[in-house]
């Protein structure tokens, strides 16, 4: 079976810093696109960022400069690392993953259950 299981969120004040991160485990051959979601209190959950197996990222207009998601394919991990936090970064923020799990295998979606973040003085 495979988890993706989120860390990190917790408490922050606007303009701190905080690193999120998402370990998948189980049966994994491989990973392809890795990504954060988000959603915030009474809004549609959005992407936050993403990234290839390869490194390309992208970001969503609202975090560029700000966040930057990296990963460890050794480990089969994401991170996000959130910097000058702002109140409407306020959100349940979920960690996406098209895994293959065998070589004759197509990919398929998973989510983890997310882990809140919270800007707030």
């Known amino acids: 079976q495979v988890q993706l299981v989120e860390s990190g969120g917790g408490l922050v004040q606007p303009g701190g810093s905080l690193r999120l991160s998402c370990a998948a485990s189980?049966?994994?051959?491989?990973?392809?696109?890795m990504a954060w979601y988000r959603q915030a209190p009474g809004k549609e959950r959005e992407l936050a960022a993403a990234i290839t197996s390869g490194g390309s990222t992208n970001y969503v207009d609202s975090v560029k400069g700000r966040f930057t998601i990296s990963r460890d394919n050794a480990k089969n991990t994401m991170y996000l690392q959130m910097s000058s936090l702002k109140p409407e970064d306020t959100a349940v923020y979920y960690c996406n993953a098209d895994i293959i799990r065998t070589l004759w295998g197509g990919a398929m979606d998973y989510w983890g259950k997310g882990t809140l973040v919270t800007v707030s003085s």
């Open positions: 189980g049966s994994i051959f491989s990973i392809n696109t």
